[in-house]
């Protein structure tokens, strides 16, 4: 109640306040120009008088009139002084208080001398703010003989300014006060007195006791709540018992989930059927390196995620080929087995021609889909053609999954994000039997986002061919289920989170994806600890630096790359005696770079990075580092091990597996993660230092705070992230989706 009370007085000040100085901003400026132009009569109508009398006295040459004539005037209200100029601009007389402040000429008596007509501003002299005002003197013959120059002091109009001002503050005070007074009284009256009891009421309740309810005038706004209370507290009770035994079993059946674990769990639950995975990047690609190919695996957190599973479960991965070297290492069926080290699992590869790579990858999945379901301000663009290359490319995918499961029983199909809508469909229609569950790895936007695409029914029927749709976050699974019930003819039950569709079931449910993480240290003496890790990076960078920050990401505009830097810049700003010491390591790796808007921010990042290293840069130490290139997982790790922290700062993101990387890699249990809010991630890692990337000032307060923090509070807080991670890792993210998949009851 004090923090309700707080807010709504904060509020009511804030808006006071706002509302006040709104309306006596154009009062107070009214009152300056008022001010300005009474100075400006003054000053004109005075010399129009003054300047008749010198120019018969400077006609004639009488310097000592002259110089009676601008002393008459010294003391005059606001008038610093007077001088008077031959018609070179040589000085003739001045008045003696001027004589600090104009060391020659003014710079516009030259102007009213050469465009003989008066010339006057507010100006600063020595620091000083006056009024300045300089016109040309003339013979008889109207011929121009010398200037005048009248200077008035304008401090007063600042004074009464700020009197004004001081008049508005004061009024204002006393309102917010009157406010202030008014709010506590409601506030305890009608808020404070009927919540505290209703409290008592739901505590007691909560206990599993009888008691009357409190009255109707202390329930009326709470009334709803009150409601739900008796049964809530019943399900409290049920739900605290099964607690009790689940920590039991616990403390004395704790394991963790391992690719033995998964191997074991995945076969049970597969009962003999193969799985069967489809994405559109491979998790292998095979390139000409002058006459020798080369193998390198991308910079994916798909691959990281999916890889694991089917190493564990020997399956088959179908996706698009890409690599220049790719032909040349499958066999007649464009098939190879994978890792090339230790194979354990098949890849099966397609060929896209350059027109449906164009139009089904960078067109409708990246140009549509990607800024569709990412709410990072870049309009998705949707055509005809690439709609239609998009159907064409499902079709061969769902061709060549359908020849690889020939035979199969009972194939599970395990499918990959937003490159595949239509794909679930297409294999259930082909074979009923199959069980089909397709992951969306990004955001699900809202339903009104999601009608922006003007094949919104057709992708939605696609995604219900499937038996379970998994999400990353119970509000992305909302979402989708908001999507259907608006948009389609179909059955939404919200209590089990399924929907059925053409007498077809489809389950939706949140899985959050993880990462593998080793449950052993037993390789780690063969790494550098974190200060040696630290010293060869930054000898190999070639800079000077005390304290390291990484960030790895694509080079995409929803990651808040650009945010990351300007973040980087406040807190330089704000904390200078971390100039000179701190280096922040941006690995970009290049994405998509044949999209425009990809291609552009590319340039914004390079552009962004050079302005600040311009700005801050000294010797050897550069504020930003921004290496352009792929980077290995190998490579990346040592980062992360190095780094004194992480910041990923997504401006929408589905998960975000870097931040679950960097937990993972820190064996030391030391590093910091600054983690955007808008993130899965940010659900599961609460010991992370939460930030609104676009709060740019916050964010750079986070670094700040982390470089300023006890170290065994950092160790707190990456030992409680680590054991999220260790326990929800990738296997156990594997095993509960794939056993839930093979759990459902396909005829229901």
């Given at each position: 109640m004090r923090i309700l009370s707080l807010r709504l007085i904060v509020a009511l000040i804030l808006g006071v306040t706002l509302v006040s100085l709104a309306s006596s901003?154009?009062?107070?400026?009214?009152?300056?120009?008022?001010?300005?132009?009474?100075?400006?009569?003054?000053?004109?109508?005075?010399?129009?008088?003054?300047?008749?009398?010198?120019?018969?006295?400077?006609?004639?040459?009488?310097?000592?009139?002259?110089?009676?004539?601008?002393?008459?005037?010294?003391?005059?209200?606001?008038?610093?002084?007077?001088?008077?100029?031959?018609?070179?601009?040589?000085?003739?007389?001045?008045?003696?208080?001027?004589?600090?402040?104009?060391?020659?000429?003014?710079?516009?008596?030259?102007d009213a001398l050469d465009h003989d007509r008066p010339v006057s501003g507010f100006t600063s002299l020595r620091f000083r703010r006056v009024y300045l005002l300089s016109a040309p003197l003339h013979a008889s013959d109207k011929s121009i003989i010398g200037g005048l120059s009248i200077v008035y002091e304008t401090g007063y109009i600042r004074n009464q300014i700020f009197g004004v001002w001081s008049r508005i503050f004061i009024r204002i005070a006393g309102q917010v006060l009157v406010i202030?007074?008014?709010?506590?009284?409601?506030?305890?009256?009608?808020l404070a007195g009927p919540i505290a009891r209703a409290a008592q009421w739901m505590k007691t309740l909560r206990s599993g006791k009888v008691v009357d309810q409190p009255s109707s005038k202390d329930l009326d706004f709470l009334l709803p709540i009150a409601r739900e209370m008796a049964p809530l507290a019943e399900s409290m009770q049920r739900a605290r018992a099964e607690a009790e035994v689940e920590a039991r079993l616990r403390n004395t059946n704790e394991s963790l989930w391992t690719s033995q674990r998964l191997a074991e769990h995945v076969r049970g639950k597969l009962n003999g059927s193969s799985l069967f995975v489809v994405s559109?990047?491979?998790?292998?690609?095979?390139?000409?390196?002058?006459?020798?190919?080369?193998?390198?695996?991308?910079?994916?957190?798909?691959?990281?995620?999916?890889?694991?599973?089917?190493?564990?479960?020997?399956?088959?991965?179908?996706?698009?080929?890409?690599?220049?070297?790719?032909?040349?290492?499958?066999?007649?069926?464009?098939?190879?087995?994978?890792?090339?080290?230790?194979?354990?699992?098949?890849?099966?590869?397609?060929?896209?021609?350059?027109?449906?790579?164009?139009?089904?990858?960078?067109?409708?999945?990246?140009?549509?889909?990607?800024?569709?379901?990412?709410?990072?301000?870049?309009r998705p663009t949707f055509r005809a053609s690439d709609w239609e290359y998009y159907n064409?490319?499902?079709?061969?995918?769902?061709?060549?999954?359908?020849?690889?499961?020939?035979?199969?029983?009972?194939?599970?199909v395990f499918i990959q994000d937003y490159h595949f809508t239509l794909l679930p469909r297409m294999i259930k229609d082909?074979?009923?039997?199959?069980?089909?569950?397709?992951f969306w790895h990004i955001p699900w936007p809202n339903p009104e986002a999601f009608s922006i695409c003007p094949w919104q029914r057709e992708l939605l029927d696609g995604l219900l061919g499937a038996d379970l749709l998994g999400f990353h976050v119970q509000a992305h699974c909302n979402n989708f289920l908001s999507t259907v019930d608006r948009v389609l003819e179909a059955r939404v039950d919200w209590e089990h989170f399924s929907v059925k569709r053409n007498d077809h079931w489809s389950s939706v449910l949140p899985f959050p994806i993880s990462v593998e993480m080793s449950t052993d240290d037993l390789d780690s003496h063969l790494e550098r600890n974190s200060e040696e890790e630290r010293s060869a990076i930054i000898a190999e960078l070639g800079i000077d630096a005390t304290f390291l920050g990484v960030g790895v990401d694509r080079v995409d505009y929803t990651k808040g790359i650009v945010e990351r830097f300007h973040a980087v810049e406040s807190f330089l700003e704000r904390h200078p005696r971390y100039q000179g010491k701190f280096t922040f390591i941006q690995?970009?790796?290049?994405?998509?770079?044949?999209?425009?808007r990809y291609a552009e921010f590319q340039r914004e990042v390079e552009s962004e990075a050079n302005r600040i290293n311009d700005r801050f840069k000294r010797g050897r130490w550069r504020p930003?580092?921004?290496?352009?290139?792929?980077?290995?997982?190998?490579?990346?790790?040592?980062?992360?091990?190095?780094?004194?922290?992480?910041?990923?700062?997504?401006?929408?993101?589905?998960?975000?597996?870097?931040?679950?990387?960097?937990?993972?890699?820190?064996n030391d249990e030391r590093g910091a993660l600054i983690l955007s809010r808008f993130t899965g991630a940010a659900r599961e890692l609460q010991d992370a230092i939460i930030v609104n990337p676009y709060d740019i000032q916050a964010t750079g307060e986070a670094i700040a705070r982390i470089l300023e923090m006890d170290v065994a509070e950092i160790t707190d807080r990456m030992q409680r992230m680590r054991r999220i991670v260790r326990e929800h890792n990738i296997f156990w993210w594997a095993g509960t989706l794939i056993g839930d998949l093979c759990d459902l009851r396909l005829n229901r």
């Open positions: 901003w154009t009062d107070v400026r009214d009152e300056k120009e008022a001010l300005r132009r009474d100075l400006e009569y003054k000053a004109e109508t005075f010399g129009e008088s003054i300047a008749s009398s010198a120019e018969i006295y400077l006609a004639n040459g009488d310097t000592t009139r002259l110089e009676q004539l601008v002393g008459r005037f010294s003391n005059r209200d606001h008038l610093l002084g007077v001088a008077i100029y031959d018609r070179d601009g040589s000085q003739l007389v001045m008045t003696r208080e001027l004589g600090s402040l104009l060391s020659g000429a003014p710079k516009n008596l030259k202030i007074a008014l709010t506590l009284l409601i506030v305890r009256w009608s559109n990047r491979e998790p292998y690609i095979h390139n000409w390196q002058g006459s020798e190919i080369t193998v390198t695996v991308p910079a994916s957190g798909l691959v990281t995620a999916i890889e694991p599973i089917l190493c564990a479960c020997n399956g088959t991965w179908v996706a698009q080929g890409s690599g220049s070297a790719d032909t040349e290492t499958v066999d007649e069926h464009d098939r190879i087995q994978v890792p090339p080290d230790d194979p354990k699992y098949t890849l099966r590869r397609l060929w896209l021609t350059p027109e449906e790579e164009e139009g089904y990858y960078y067109g409708f999945a990246n140009e549509g889909l990607w800024p569709l379901c990412h709410m990072a301000h870049t064409k490319v499902n079709e061969r995918f769902a061709d060549a999954l359908v020849k690889e499961m020939e035979g199969q029983k009972n194939p599970v082909r074979m009923p039997h199959a069980r089909v569950a397709i690995i970009g790796a290049p994405t998509r770079s044949n999209i425009p930003i580092v921004f290496l352009n290139r792929q980077h290995s997982h190998k490579e990346v790790r040592r980062y992360y091990r190095a780094a004194h922290l992480c910041m990923v700062t997504s401006l929408h993101d589905g998960m975000n597996l870097v931040a679950k990387e960097y937990v993972a890699s820190r």
